[in-house]
Structure formats: structure tokens, C-alpha cells
């Protein structure tokens, strides 16, 4: 079953500006994983955030978690026309099985407009 | 220092044929996923191995697909019989540690059938 929802499902943006992507799940969780993925390649991981943390950053990223909400936002600053993927979150279930394993979201589509 | 390698990167089969996907993790990584990819889709788990164990096959399906990751060698996912709803992209990712931990994919081999 699908745990993470990505939202919007897509998003263009000017070059320069910052895009906000937003995650939303729905049972508890060890922690969350961010990933990007370009057009015919693999998934690449950018950043991962425990449940017992509510905001981390790596470079032009910044990634918060609610776990009241159950929900998450990815936030790049100062966008790059390489920043052009789909961008999915992931989660594992605090379910103590593991089952399902790392369940990913549909993902967002970024677009950077030069 | 190589990534997750994948081959074949395309496989083209015919309804009725086998078709197997190779999977050569990180070195120092004992820990391979298996993940199916639709167009315009997240990516769906498939099955969690260590060195020839299975952990999770959860998110196999009951019939005609099997996994396999021996003490040498790489790891196989096995389609038997394929019919065109397994047309979709299989990508392979590692990690260094279990299920919680960022993972590490190769670039995929997309599988198309005819």
C-alpha cells in the first residue's frame, strides 16, 4: 500500500526561486528518506530525517518533519536548471516487521525554467 | 569505487519467455532491494535480501517471480512465463545496512515485452 503522497504532483519554477515539496504519510515511522530521480536513471538519495528530528539541512536543502501532522516538506533554495527531476519520499513503517519495506511516494515533478 | 551495477539496462522479451535481472550491489554492501517502477509512478518494493537469505519478499508476486542473492555472485530477479503487464522498469538498490538506511540504486533495466 502506498505510504507517502507527494504533493503537487507537479511544479515549474523559475530559475533562482525556491521550490517547496510537500510529503504526507500515514502510519508512524523510524524515519523519512527524501530521494531524486532524473528522466531514465536511478534514484539518488538526498537526505534523511529521523522521527525524533524536525528539521535538517544539506546545502541548498532543507527538509522538515511533523510527525503530529505526519507530514514533511522538502524545500531547494535558489533553484538550478539541474535541479529538474521527480522527487520522492519514503518511509519505513514503524511497524516493527519491516513489511513493505521502504515505501515510496508517486513522487513531484520539479521543472526549472532557465 | 562502483555504484550498483544492473545489467541488462534493456531486455526485450517475448510473451511466454524468461527473463533475469542481474544485480551486482556496492562493495560492502550485504543488503539488495528489488524495486518495480511504472511510467509515471512511484516505485513499488518488491523483495529485501541479505547474502542468501530472502527477508521480505512481501511485495512479490505469488506466481512466476523469484529472487535470489547467492553467497557469490549477484543478485538475480527471475521472471518466468512474462506476460506485457511486466513491461515496467526493475531497479536495484543496496545499503550498507538493513531497511533503515539510505539506499544506493543502480540505473535499472528497463523490460519491455512484446
Known amino acids: 500500500s502506498q505510504q507517502g503522497e507527494e504533493d503537487p504532483q507537479a511544479l515549474s519554477i523559475q530559475e533562482g526561486e525556491n521550490a517547496t515539496m510537500n510529503c504526507s504519510y500515514k502510519?508512524?515511522?523510524?524515519?523519512l528518506q527524501w530521494y531524486r530521480q532524473n528522466s531514465g536513471r536511478g534514484l539518488v538519495h538526498l537526505i534523511l530525517?529521523?522521527?525524533?528530528?524536525r528539521e535538517k539541512h544539506s546545502g541548498r536543502l532543507r527538509v522538515t518533519l511533523d510527525t503530529s501532522k505526519k507530514s514533511s516538506s522538502l524545500l531547494i533554495t535558489a533553484s538550478r536548471a539541474a535541479d529538474t527531476a521527480s522527487y520522492f519520499c519514503?518511509?519505513?513503517?514503524?511497524?516493527?516487521?519491516?513489511?513493505?519495506?521502504?515505501?515510496f511516494g508517486k513522487g513531484t515533478h520539479l521543472i526549472i525554467q532557465p | 569505487n562502483a555504484g550498483v551495477m544492473q545489467n541488462p539496462r534493456h531486455l526485450v522479451r517475448r510473451r511466454g519467455q524468461e527473463a533475469r535481472l542481474r544485480c551486482s550491489p556496492m562493495?560492502?554492501?550485504?543488503?539488495v532491494y528489488w524495486y518495480r517502477q511504472l511510467p509515471e509512478e512511484g516505485l513499488k518494493f518488491m523483495v529485501y535480501?541479505?547474502?542468501?537469505?530472502?527477508?521480505?519478499e512481501s511485495g512479490m508476486p505469488k506466481e512466476r517471480f523469484s529472487a535470489e542473492f547467492p553467497k557469490e555472485g549477484p543478485s538475480i530477479l527471475r521472471i518466468q512465463q512474462v506476460v506485457r503487464g511486466d513491461s515496467a522498469a526493475y531497479f536495484c538498490?543496496?545499503?550498507?545496512?538493513?531497511?533503515?538506511?539510505?539506499?544506493?540504486f543502480g540505473s535499472g533495466t528497463q523490460l519491455s515485452v512484446l
Open positions: 519514503a518511509t519505513d513503517p514503524d511497524s516493527g516487521g519491516g513489511a513493505d519495506g521502504l515505501t
Open positions: 530525517i529521523r522521527s525524533n528530528e
Open positions: 502510519t508512524s515511522i523510524n524515519n
Open positions: 535480501l541479505q547474502k542468501e537469505n530472502i527477508i521480505d
Open positions: 538498490a543496496s545499503s550498507p545496512k538493513g531497511y533503515y538506511e539510505k539506499l544506493f
Open positions: 562493495k560492502g554492501h550485504s543488503h
